[in-house]
Structure formats: structure tokens, C-alpha cells
Nanobody
């Protein structure tokens, strides 16, 4: 399984970025996908998740209303559109996949996700 994240960069507070994750080697249409982030000195935390069909999404309270997760099962990609970025959003962002199609509040734990991509750095300046 390979998850390749891209789209990170440096952006001013209030700006937007779109992260993308390309997947291979996973049954993408049967896998829930997610985005996590990890800031220096902090634990990796859940950001957003999307069910295999795309019909169900889940967001951390800190990003709700500002971030949108989406997926394209034909292109085998999952995106994270980030708007109204804040300095607190600065972190390495990781794409994750799991072998089940659903995502619930209990699945915010990193241990619920079996596959991980490399991080892409997002830095928000004031």
C-alpha cells in the first residue's frame, strides 16, 4: 500500500491550501480514508475522515467549517481543502487508510488506521 500526499506549503493566516493523497495497492473503493496532522512536540491527531462511498464525513471540532474532505474513487485520490487557515493549523499532514468502509467518532484514534503516507508540511504564518 502506498499513500502519496502532496500540496503542503507556506501560507498566510486566512489563506487556503488543498492537500491531495494518491493511493495505490489498497482496495480504495472499500476503504475509509482520513487525514491526520502532527505538530512539533505534539501527538498525531485526527483531522477528517471520509467513508468509502464518500457519503459520510467526519471532522475534528477544530477544523469543522473550515476544512472539507473529499474523494474521487475513479482517480483513487482523497483531498483536503483547507480554508481560513490559522497558525494553529501548522503541522505535518498525513493521509491514512483503513480496511473498512466506514468511519465513526471511535475511529479518530491513530490505532484504527492501518496505512499511512508520508507527511506533507503545512506552515501558516501570521
Amino acid at each position: 500500500v502506498q499513500l502519496q500526499a502532496s500540496g503542503g506549503g507556506l501560507v498566510q493566516a486566512g489563506g487556503s491550501l488543498r492537500l491531495s493523497c494518491a493511493a495505490s495497492g489498497v482496495s480504495f473503493s472499500r476503504s475509509a480514508m482520513g487525514w491526520f496532522r502532527q505538530a512539533p512536540g505534539k501527538e498525531r491527531e485526527f483531522v477528517a475522515g471520509i467513508s468509502a462511498s464518500g457519503g459520510s464525513t467526519l471532522y475534528a471540532n477544530s477544523v469543522k467549517g473550515r476544512f472539507t474532505i473529499s474523494r474521487d474513487n475513479a482517480k483513487i485520490t482523497v483531498d483536503l481543502q483547507m480554508s481560513s487557515l490559522e497558525r494553529e493549523d501548522t503541522a505535518a499532514y498525513y493521509c491514512a487508510a483503513r480496511d473498512v468502509p466506514h468511519v465513526t467518532w471511535r475511529d479518530r484514534d491513530v490505532g484504527q488506521w492501518g496505512y499511512w503516507g508520508q507527511g506533507t508540511q503545512v506552515t501558516v504564518s501570521s
